[in-house]
């Protein structure tokens, strides 16, 4: 295990402090007992009381090197990843690897060394929709999983095994939430909607997991050429609808679409959108790609395309410039 310095007090990987007096150290050596600052492990505010460090999310125990509670249920499980399922471990027990940000998984979940990264997701970026349904409240950001969506589509992407000139791209697509508001209050529970990706032909469903190319937690995945120059190129669709049920039936409020003509460089990782990609102009669009950079996750802004007016729901899709 290695220690690793932060404000002049050394630390194991989980956040511990190595204070003087311990195992040899010393003041001179650059350790001490207290440093006086509440910043402690990756920057985050330590309570003096209880000794937890506070992740915006939920608290943090470097004594213990976990969460003192656990994340959102199945927030970013997956059956691939067997480690996902402890909600209360730090950065899948990775921390020389990994730091977390705000006490949940940075996106996309599960990703390695090695592999592509890329998350599509549609939100809406004022309070409400139309008045009475609940908008996501939020701004483009590619790097923070406490905020909500409309849909939204994790893809990774890496060089298939045994097989060099192709890349696999498993894609997990999942469906945000509705409900009623008035005067910016919830009044209705609720109510997860539904959302469906393609990738090139293969479908998976936010509400089928069955619906399965590859794995049984509603993954699909496909197999792309790598051309001459190092790029696979391959098409994410998706549909998204809200959920309010029986009510839409009475009030049609259209379908939120999109279909991106992605490219993967498989060999700098680089994410590009290409020619022919659209989308419908409501609500917010938006691509990002992650890549290892060393020990460290890089994110990418490949796209964003802000929201025009609710109607777009009900005309055709766009171009995207």
């Given amino acids: 295990m290695r220690e690793r310095e932060t404000n002049c007090v050394f630390k194991l990987p989980f956040g511990e402090e190595l204070g003087a007096g ?22 985050h505010q330590r309570d003096t009381e209880t000794g937890l460090d506070y992740f915006k999310a939920r608290y943090y125990s470097s004594t213990q090197g976990r969460f003192t509670s656990a994340d959102a249920p199945f927030a970013d499980q997956r059956q691939t990843d067997p480690s996902s399922w402890n909600s209360y471990a730090y950065v899948r027990n990775n921390p020389c690897n990994r730091t977390d940000p705000n006490g949940k998984c940075s996106p996309p979940p599960g990703l390695k060394p090695g592999q592509v990264g ?13 008045g009475v349904g609940n908008g996501n409240d939020r701004t483009f950001n590619g790097n923070d999983e406490k905020l909500t969506y409309k849909f939204r ?13 192709n890349l696999t791209v498993t894609q997990k697509t999942t469906a945000g939430f509705s409900y009623a508001v008035v005067g910016g209050v919830q009044v209705t529970p609720a109510v997860q909607g539904t959302a469906n990706s393609k990738l090139n032909s293969a479908q998976g469903s936010s509400n089928s997991p069955s619906v399965s190319a590859r ?47 992605l490219s993967v460089n498989a060999n700098n990782g680089k994410v590009e959108y290409d020619e022919g990609s659209k989308a419908t102009g409501y609500p917010s669009l938006a691509i990002y790609s992650y890549v290892y950079d060393g020990k460290n996750i890089v994110t990418n802004t490949v796209k964003e395309i802000p929201e025009t007016k609710p109607e777009a729901l009900k005309e055709p899709m766009k171009p995207i410039p």
């Fill in 118 to 130: 890329i998350c599509i997701e549609a939100f809406i970026a004022a309070k409400t929709f139309r």
């Fill in 153 to 165: 589509v994790d893809i990774i992407a890496e060089r298939m095994k045994g097989n060099s000139k």
């Fill in 215 to 261: 794995d049984s937690d509603g993954a699909t995945a496909i197999g792309v050429p790598i051309a001459r120059d190092g790029t696979a190129s391959f098409n994410v669709t998706t549909k998204a609808n809200n959920g309010f049920g029986d009510f839409s039936d009475l009030v049609d409020f259209g379908t939120i679409r999109s279909s991106l003509n």
């Fill in 22 to 43: 311990t195992g040899g150290r010393t003041v001179a050596q650059g350790y001490s007992a207290s440093d006086g600052v509440r910043q402690k492990f990756t920057g």
